[in-house]
């Protein structure tokens, strides 16, 4: 008996181990795949005289730092608008790009290489910001915290092209160091599901399921085990090729997050762990916290100071009253400290509790959380991939 158990358990792990080794070598595969596809982009980049990523320029590195400084000035004069009105975005970007292509050599440029593809989204140029996030791997290799957010960027472009081989290779990318980031799992499940590798991507969607129950992703990753066992993903999608990105200068960009809808607002004892509704009530809020920080740089660039409080913000017309509470009909708490010309703005969450301005970092489980922006960034918020 104890010899056909040891056979039973054996038979069990060469059997894993069988999956566990196509799983790999799938991925591996589109891995190298996908190196091959990125370098003939990075070269075709670098080949290309009209690039600004790769510029190269004659002139003397002063003559180059006097040029990065003067089109800083004329970017920065253009970023100080008067209430809601918004900045001029193309000028900004014809600026950045004059840094690029006449002072190449100079340390303004890695900002402004940065900085490019963030203003080449909010222009709805999903295809030149991308090119930007590639070119700026390959150029900086020693910034690795920049990285991760780019691999990230350009694992939802993929999806949104629906190029599930770049979007598992960067997702990929990220999981490598931190394996428990839900929400590249489950773009990782979504990619092999849409490759074809079935049993790869349910197992991955079990695993959220198991292991970040009450979570988003644990909501999403139940929707799209609907849909697989509804035979969804029998027949996986031919994809196109995608060898190459678009030439065009001009693209339709979408970034995932649709602007939440205005939802009626209900009591949040009667809103479980795992309704949608919460999500939407984040989302919202975070989108209130947006228009917010906003008017206070708006109120900064103006004033040269931060207002003493989100009512000042209000009376002096910088701030919507509709923006001053979030979803949950709760006034924001809000922080300044003129020293170091930084400020605060924060949401109680769901419970109405805040535990402090000190908290960093992502969550998936909302209910409970708060929210905490410093300036223009979240440092505190929910992860929506």
Same mark, same amino acid.
């Given at each position: 008996m104890r010899k056909k158990n040891t056979a039973v358990l054996i038979g069990f792990f060469v059997c894993a181990g069988f999956v566990l080794s196509g799983q790999s070598d799938f991925i591996s595969k589109n891995k190298s795949e996908q190196e091959v596809r990125l370098q003939k982009r990075i070269a075709a980049m670098k080949a290309d005289p009209a690039c600004l990523f790769y510029a190269r320029s004659e002139l003397s590195s002063d003559e180059q730092e006097k040029i990065a400084r003067l089109q800083l000035e004329e970017i920065q004069k253009l970023t100080k608008v008067e !209430?809601?009105?918004?900045?001029d975005y193309d000028k900004i970007i014809e600026h950045a790009r004059e840094i690029l292509f006449k002072a190449p050599d100079t340390g303004i440029t890695q900002m402004a290489h940065w900085n490019l593809h963030t203003l080449y989204m909010t222009v709805e140029d999903q295809s030149s910001?991308?090119? !930007?996030?590639?070119?700026?791997?390959?150029?900086y290799p020693d910034d690795g915290e920049r990285h991760h957010e780019a691999f990230d960027k350009l694992s939802v472009f993929a999806q949104e092209r629906d190029d599930w081989g770049a979007a598992l290779y960067y997702a990929e990318k990220i999981l490598e160091n931190t394996p428990d980031r839900y929400a590249l799992v489950l773009t990782k499940a979504r990619a092999l599901l849409h490759l074809g590798d079935r049993e790869g991507g349910q197992k991955l969607l079990e695993r959220i399921i198991a292991e970040d129950e009450g979570s988003v992703q644990f909501n999403l990753a139940m929707m799209e085990m609907d849909d697989l066992l509804a035979g969804k993903f029998d027949e996986p999608v031919q994809e196109e090729s995608k060898e190459d990105l678009p030439k065009s200068e001009t693209g339709q960009m979408t970034t995932g997050e649709k602007p939440p809808e205005k939802i009626d607002l209900i009591p949040p004892e009667k809103i479980t762990a795992n309704d949608p509704l919460m999500v939407e009530y984040y989302m919202q809020t975070m989108e209130r916290m947006k228009q917010l920080t906003q008017g206070v740089q708006v109120f900064y660039l103006e004033k040269m100071k931060h207002p003493s409080s989100l009512q000042e913000?209000?009376?002096?017309g910088f701030a919507r009253e509709e923006h001053m509470q979030d979803a949950w009909g709760r006034e924001f708490f809000f922080k300044a400290d003129p020293g170091n010309e930084t400020c605060w703005?924060?949401?109680s969450g769901s419970d109405g509790r805040f535990e402090g301005f000190d908290q960093k970092g992502t969550y998936s489980k909302l209910i409970g959380q708060d929210i905490i922006a410093f300036d223009i960034d979240f440092v505190y918020a929910p992860d929506f991939r």
């Open positions: !209430g809601f009105d918004s900045p910001a991308e090119r !930007g996030l590639e070119s700026y791997i390959d150029k913000l209000l009376e002096e703005i924060a949401s």
